[in-house]
Each structure stands twice: as C-alpha cells, then as structure tokens.
C-alpha cells in the first residue's frame, strides 16, 4: 500500500514536503507505556482514545490498516517530519516510536517531547510552554524544509 509522497503524487495530489505530528494518533495500540502511565487522571484519557477509535474504526479488523494505523505503514520514502509529544499524555509513546521508526527508515524526524505538557497544550495560548513550542515547531519545519530543498 502506497503511503505518503509517493502515493499524493499518484493520486494527483501535490506532494507533501513535511510532516507535522501534534501529539499524534499513530496506532490502536491501548497498552503502551504512556497508556499505562498517563491513561487515567489527566486531561486526555485512555478511556476518550477508546471512544475516538470506536468512532473512527469502529470495526477492530480494520483497525491494523497504515491508513488507520501509520505505524503499521511502510515508513520508507516519506517526507520528513517533526514530531511533538506531551509528557502526561497517553499518545506520547506512539509518537516518540514513529519517530524511532522514521529515523529506521532513514526519513527526518525530529522529536520535541515536552515533559511537563498536557495532551492539546499547543492550542492552549495562555500556557507558556504553548508559544515556546509554537515558535520550536516553526523552527523545526523551517529547519527540515530547508534541508530538503537544497
């Protein structure tokens, strides 16, 4: 299954030139170690991500597909990312393993975890730490967009 820049361009679509993963949903995998630590207590829960899953996929069967599951995807030929987790957030090991799995892949990535933060805390304004990561992720892609340019 094509995935990525290589399947845009297939389908017509433009390509696409980085990835930017916000504390993102990678797999349906429920017993990760952040799962286990930060899945109950905190503002997005083990129990919400199970609801999230049964709307999206509801069928479990499915739930192993790449497009559904972009850690189950071949990972070769995509385009750089930057990847950015919250410490207390259940999604923070899918995000630190996709970027584990990149790198394998010899694709971009680069990873900016956030200890202290919550799941969302980039759309939290009046957080400090929201800008300060705002203005990293900028300066990440910048980073990444111009290496592939050149």
């Known amino acids: 299954m094509e995935f990525g820049r290589e399947a ?3 389908r017509g679509r433009p390509g696409i030139a980085c990835q930017l993963l916000l504390y993102p949903v990678l797999a349906a995998d429920f017993d990760t170690m ?3 630590h ?3 207590g905190y503002f997005n829960t083990a129990a919400a991500m199970a ?3 049964d709307q999206y996929v509801p069928n479990l069967a499915d739930r192993s597909n790449p497009y559904a599951s972009p850690l189950q995807a071949r ?3 995509l385009p750089p990312a ?3 987790t919250a410490g207390f957030d259940p999604l923070c090991s899918e995000g630190e393993a996709y970027t584990k799995a990149l790198a394998a892949e010899s694709v971009t990535a680069v ?3 956030h200890p202290g933060a919550i799941h969302g805390f980039m759309t939290m304004a009046g957080l400090g730490i929201c800008t300060r990561a705002r203005n990293q992720a900028w300066a990440d892609i910048c980073a990444v967009m ?3 340019l050149e």
């Open 146 to 148: 111009s290496r592939s």
């Open 38 to 40: 930060f899945g109950k």
């Open 51 to 53: 609801w999230y899953w």
């Open 82 to 84: 930057v990847v950015v």
């Open 75 to 77: 990972l070769a030929g």
């Open 34 to 36: 952040s799962y286990q």
């Open 111 to 113: 990873h900016r975890h």
């Open 8 to 10: 845009a361009l297939w």
